[in-house]
């Protein structure tokens, strides 16, 4: 890059064309080695100790957030990002709005450890549900002709009750069927139901599963009506009567399950993350299929619902526990064990220490990018800051906490540098009287005032720039004396 006598233009040299000047800067060898090696290490890093015992790789992060100055106070470091950035956390108390942006790299329990792969992506996971509850609606529906070959397909294998009971895909339809898709998530125990109220009718009596309904979930007059119709059909199913009879109530229930979904979606994202502090174990997903559901939904792997033995000895590495109709749901299992990531004895795999390694990857090339332009042009530093971080400032107090932010306001608006010593909400009175802070939501408008304070630099500085005759009519403002009376 050309550098100009003007810092005003040294910045449009620069923001010009930035994103090729952060491509050069990550590609130079020393900036390339720095990024390649931290990408490797945090990989690795699962504990806020092994952080510290890093001495590049905490560094590194350090810098990327714009706390490179106090790399050395290590105590202080070490509890930001310990403390993480809730409304608790020492780093939400800070008006340095650089202390919160740099908790919030890294993903930290109590403990002081990072948290399971599960419980770190549950956000995505939940997202990614309610983004697909319109293709599973759509699905289920234009999949009702393959469910119901699937189901025939299933019952020709099936000559007496007690393998009728033990195929999750026979009960699972069945339950579909009849509007219990609520209970395919507790197959055992709508099986101990079935199981007691056929051995109540044999007998001689009747209606004992009403006493176990509430186990599974079933509280209200629709519910019970609904389970005895279901019981009565799935007991009869190994006969061609009772087989139709289940058949028909799937193809007229079948179109309102999506939309009983869309409905629940609220309350099963609420039942997905308490059930998620239940999950210690791989095997502990058979007994909590709340969260496989929706995690299952997700991915695109619906058809699995009630698989969830294989599902969980997959997840161990078992590679032989599931078939897929194609090269999609292999995939999309891939994506999903991703993210239901456990090892092979069933413990959860551990994410990494830093929440988004390329993240913090772009920050340190945008950080080095504005340190180097800094020791040519400290204006241009200033500016390419605040255009970076302006969408941050949400009142006068984030300005003054920070001098790089102050710098450019004070030179924009013409205040002595010597107000700083002055009361502060004195001198957060007179920013708002200058400038409305919701402007800094608005890129245009933050350009504006960025242009403004680099012709103004260029004037204090004495610059030769024929630009700044546009502020030769400009009256003077006494600032001092607003200062004053601001108090």
């Known amino acids: 890059m050309a ?22 800067k990550a590609a130079e060898p020393v900036v390339a080695r720095d990024i390649a090696r931290f990408t490797e290490a945090a990989g690795t890093i699962q504990s806020v100790d092994d952080l510290f015992k890093d001495d590049r790789t905490y560094t590194f992060a350090v810098k990327a957030y714009g706390m490179d100055e106090l790399a050395y106070a290590r105590a202080l470091m070490r509890r930001i990002i310990s403390e993480g950035t809730g409304t608790d956390s020492y780093a939400s108390k800070m008006s340095d709005s650089r202390y919160l942006e740099l908790a919030g790299a890294f993903q930290v329990t109590d403990g002081g450890v990072a948290p399971p792969v599960l419980h770190a992506s549950s956000l995505s996971v939940t997202q990614r549900y309610r983004d697909n509850l319109d293709n599973i609606d759509k699905r289920i529906t234009d999949n009702v002709d393959s469910r119901v070959l699937d189901y025939r397909i299933e019952m020709e294998g099936i000559d007496n009750f007690d393998t009728l009971l033990k195929s999750d895909t ?30 109540a009718r044999a007998a001689g009596a009747s209606g004992a599963y009403i006493s176990g309904l509430e186990d599974i979930g079933i509280t209200d007059a629709e519910g019970r009506y609904n389970f005895g119709r279901f019981f009565d059909a799935f007991v009869a199913s190994t006969g061609e009567e009772g087989l139709e009879s289940v058949i028909v109530n799937y193809r007229m229930a079948a179109p309102g399950l999506g939309e009983k979904l869309k409905e629940r979606a609220d309350a099963d994202v609420d039942a997905f993350y308490e059930g998620l502090d239940e999950i210690k174990t791989a095997d502990d997903l ?44 292999r995939e999309n299992f891939e994506s999903f064990k991703a993210v239901f990531a456990f090892e092979s004895d069933g413990t959860p795999t551990v994410a990494p220490l830093v929440r988004d390694v390329e993240k913090t990857v772009q920050a340190y090339i945008r950080q080095t ?7 040519e042009d400290n204006n241009v530093r200033l500016a390419l800051n605040f255009q970076r971080r302006a969408a941050d400032i949400k009142s006068p107090y984030d300005i003054l906490a920070d001098e790089a932010l102050a710098a450019v306001i004070r030179t924009a608006y013409g205040i002595p540098a010597e107000t700083a010593t002055a009361d502060v909400d004195a001198q957060a009175r007179l920013i708002t009287s200058q400038l409305d802070i919701e402007d800094f939501q608005d890129p245009a408008k933050v350009e504006k005032l960025i242009r403004r304070f680099l012709l103004l630099a260029d004037v204090e500085a004495g610059a030769n720039s ?15 004396e607003l200062l004053l009376q601001s108090k």
């Open 286 to 329: 058979t007994k909590n299929v709340q969260v496989l559901s929706i995690g299952l939904r997700a991915f695109d792997l619906e058809n699995l619902i009630g698989k969830e033995t294989a599902i969980v000895a997959a997840l161990k590495g078992d590679t032989r526990a599931l078939s897929f109709s194609n090269a999609k749901e």
């Open 369 to 375: 990018l504005e340190l180097d332009i800094g020791n």
């Open 466 to 480: 024929p630009l700044l005759s546009l502020f030769q009519e400009t009256g003077a403002v006494d600032i001092g």
């Open 3 to 24: 550098i100009y006598q003007s810092s005003y233009l040294n910045y449009n040299a620069i923001v010009r064309d930035l994103p090729k000047a952060i491509e050069r």
């Open 170 to 199: 026979a009960l699972t339809f069945a339950l579909e069927a009849f509007g219990l898709d609520q209970q395919i998530f507790q197959l055992d125990a709508v099986r101990k139901v079935v199981t007691n109220e056929v051995a």
